[in-house]
């Protein structure tokens, strides 16, 4: 049993307040018929909605499973008090006005100590929103209308928390035919947080799969448990995330005074649970639908049917660039579709199935029949079906019943997939569920579902590499992830020092700190003076580069001059750039360069170091073609971002160039990664651009670090000079 067992599926409920919120509770909970008790206190009404009203919280026949608490921040944190003292089940609180009010309320923060500490261990959701919907047992803590119904006996249904109560109420209104079991909104999470609250929904049988809206993360620790018990009990999740633009980021902090993390922090932090992410609100539903209904995918391959070319095309192109495919059918299951079909249809996939035989059942079951049984992961069927006021619908159910017979006789999954959103009728779709088929409302949320689908199935298929502890799960071996206090969160996770405040190592000095490591570093020298510079590059052997140092964009005022091959053009360039800086750094030149890459270090609040590998060079903020890492990553995380950039065909030999030493740019961003590990308690930020990489056998080299240390960090002053074989 959870923590949050009594609040979640309440045999009793109590409302406290009588006011206008309070008595839509009750108006609610009443019209839901929940079987179970039904409180309500009010220092001055004998009844709400004809329910007997208690004049205190001491009153009541029985300590209440549930509370809604409707009055006033202030008034709410006594009310809290009583119920803990009542041995209450836990608590609603509705009230705004706590921490999420920030600088422009001195009282709120003050206040959410207050609160947190009046609970204790009762659990309290909230403040700042709305409440719960258990749909499953028709008990509501809701202080308004909602378009969802009890979930039928027998049944499960998906849960959906978010962290905005509107949203949530929005969500309650859908007509796409999925059902809900339950209804959470999170809203500042002040004492009880998102993750705790999915791990005690997930724990219920008829809970088939988990929507999560997310504004910020209460914790870290409490994803990476929630995240390993869904895989136990195969039920996934898709997050939407808000937070990729400045506005959005903006709003989350205004709202949920929650912590977001960096956008793309997040990202791979939900990729590396196996949460797929999505990023509209019809995405969500379509994407919830589908896990409700057949689960993760096994793969990625599509098949898609219809009786137009016109709708065919918009398929394939929808999924063009996608993690998904419709993949070419061989020449023995074209013939079985052609075969089914005539000789007079162009047999593809995505297939134009044409209107020969349309409406005459028994052809159209055999064609769908020999076109699902090419294992794919998910058969689509695009029918939007005519508006039932004007039209008639009749001749499309037999196109559902041919459709059905074919994935029932290959043992297949399959969605009808409408163009449109409106041509789906809710009672449509919940027939067509009942059915086992999934109805899709629009074809670019088909693609989301599934590209999300497929993407839990890879994930589960893969050993859960723990994004905090690097190998090994959180509560990973069972139990119920009821108690997320227990969970050790690393040292490494400590805020980071305040930002701006650390010091900024030279080149020379970050270089040399890089090449103690044993990280590629081209051998190099500071110089203060004209002179000494040429004696530097004399000593190294040219050609070299000249660098200012103290510059933190160097091209941005041409402060390096490159392949330097006499006295004369270092004394030049050492005269031309002494000015600039703070001093002079000479360093051999890398030649022949395959590519260029950047590797950046950053402490994000919430996740700790965030690695991010992308195309390097000058053009960097213009290309915008990164990956992102949490760390630690594996070599194999690391080749896979590689992959995944879009100038990876030039490492990897473009139109007959040279191919690249991909393995030594991936030892050293490991090592990069590594070193970043290792002085996790007083590195801020390091940069490395370019990484310059090399034809095979000829390695990686950092030619420009920049790094920064926090203020606890020991003085750089000793690191001077790196005299490192060369490239």
């Known amino acids: 049993m959870t923590r949050l067992e009594r609040l979640l599926r309440p045999k009793s409920i109590c409302v406290v307040g009588g006011g206008g919120f309070g008595t839509n509770v009750v108006k609610q909970t009443l019209k839901m018929k929940f079987p179970g008790d039904v409180w309500v206190v009010h220092p001055t009404k004998e009844s709400v909605e004809g329910v007997k009203a208690y004049r205190t ?35 609603v609180c509705f009230a705004a006005g706590f921490r999420e009010t920030g600088d422009y309320d001195a009282d709120g923060e003050q206040l959410q100590r207050d609160l947190i500490e009046a609970a204790g261990e009762m659990p309290v959701i909230g403040p700042n929103c709305y409440g ?110 808000v937070g990729r633009s400045e506005q959005a980021r903006a709003a989350t902090v205004s709202h949920t005074a929650s912590l977001a993390g960096s956008d793309a922090a997040s990202d791979a932090f939900l990729k590396r649970l196996g949460i797929p992410r999505v990023d509209t609100i019809p995405a969500f539903l379509e994407t919830l639908k589908l896990l409700h209904s057949v689960g993760p995918l096994a793969g990625n391959t599509l098949s898609s049917m219809s009786c137009s070319g016109g709708e065919a095309s918009v398929m394939a192109d929808t999924a063009e660039g996608r993690g998904v495919r419709f993949p070419k059918l061989t020449d023995a299951h ?32 055999a064609a769908f029949s020999a076109m699902v049984s090419g294992g794919f992961d998910l058969n689509m069927l695009v029918l939007d079906f005519p508006r039932t006021d004007r039209c008639s619908d009749a001749d499309w159910w037999p196109t559902v019943s041919a459709f059905e017979a ?56 893969a050993p859960f590499t723990s994004p905090l502890w690097g190998g090994r799960a959180a509560g990973a071996g069972g139990g119920n992830g009821s108690d997320l206090r227990d969970t050790p969160t690393p040292a490494l996770r400590a805020d980071p020092p305040h930002k701006g405040e650390g010091n900024a190592l030279s080149e020379a000095a970050a270089k040399a700190m890089l090449a103690a490591r044993g990280l590629p570093v081209p051998k190099g020298r500071a110089a203060t003076s004209v002179a000494a510079a040429i004696d530097a590059a004399i000593a190294l052997g040219m050609p070299v580069a000249v ?181």
């Open 57 to 91: 919280i001491a009153d009541l026949p029985g300590a209440p499973d549930a509370t809604f608490i409707g009055v006033n921040r202030n008034m709410t944190i006594d009310v809290v008090r009583q119920l803990r003292a009542r041995g209450a089940g836990g608590a």
């Open 132 to 241: 719960l919907i258990n749909y499953a047992d028709g008990a509501l803590l809701w202080p308004d209308q909602h378009g969802g119904k009890r979930l039928e006996p027998g049944t499960r249904g998906a849960a959906i928390i978010t962290q905005s109560s509107n949203i949530a109420c929005n969500l309650t209104m859908q007509t796409r035919g999925l059902p809900l079991a339950y209804l959470l909104t999170a809203g500042n999470q002040a004492q009880t947080g998102q993750s705790e609250m999915a791990l005690g929904l997930i724990e219920d049988e008829r809970v088939s799969s988990l929507g999560l809206h997310i504004e910020g993360f209460d914790s870290a620790a409490g994803f990476e448990r929630l995240a390993t018990r869904a895989r136990e009990l195969k039920k996934p999740i898709v997050a939407m995330k």
């Open 334 to 365: 074209k013939a079985r579709v052609s075969a089914a079909l005539g000789p007079l249809v162009a047999v593809a996939n995505p297939l134009d199935y044409n209107t020969y035989v349309w409406n005459n059942e028994p052809a159209m079951t």
């Open 406 to 461: 074919a994935l029932k006789a290959n043992q297949a999954k399959g969605a009808i997939v409408a163009s449109m959103g409106e041509n789906i009728p809710e009672a449509h779709a919940e027939e067509l569920l009942r059915r086992g088929i999934v109805p899709i409302l629009g074809i670019a949320e088909a693609m989301d579902a599934a590209e999300a689908a497929a993407f839990v199935g890879r994930a589960w298929a």
């Open 547 to 727: 660098k200012a140092l103290g510059l933190a964009h160097k091209s941005e005022h041409n402060a390096v001059r490159l392949n330097l091959r006499d006295v004369g053009l270092v004394r030049a360039a050492a005269a031309d750039l002494l000015p600039l800086g703070t001093g002079l750094y000479v360093e051999r030149m890398v030649a022949g360069g395959v590519a260029e890459l950047i590797v950046g270090i950053t402490r994000d609040p919430l996740f700790g170091p965030v690695m991010t590998v992308g195309t390097g060079g000058v053009l960097v903020e213009l290309l915008k073609d990164s990956a992102t890492l949490l760390l630690p990553s594996s070599r194999d995380d690391i080749a896979a971002a590689l992959r995944g950039l879009k100038m990876f065909p030039l490492l990897d030999g473009y139109r007959g160039r040279a191919k690249a030493d991909v393995d030594a740019a991936i030892d050293a961003i490991l090592g990069i990664a590594d070193f970043a590990l290792e002085h996790a308690d007083t590195l801020e930020e390091l940069d490395i651009n370019p990484l310059i990489v090399c034809p095979e056998g000829q390695g990686a080299w950092i030619a420009d670090a920049l790094m920064l240390l926090n203020k606890e960090a020991p003085s750089p002053v000793r690191f001077a000079n790196h005299l490192s074989p060369t490239s």
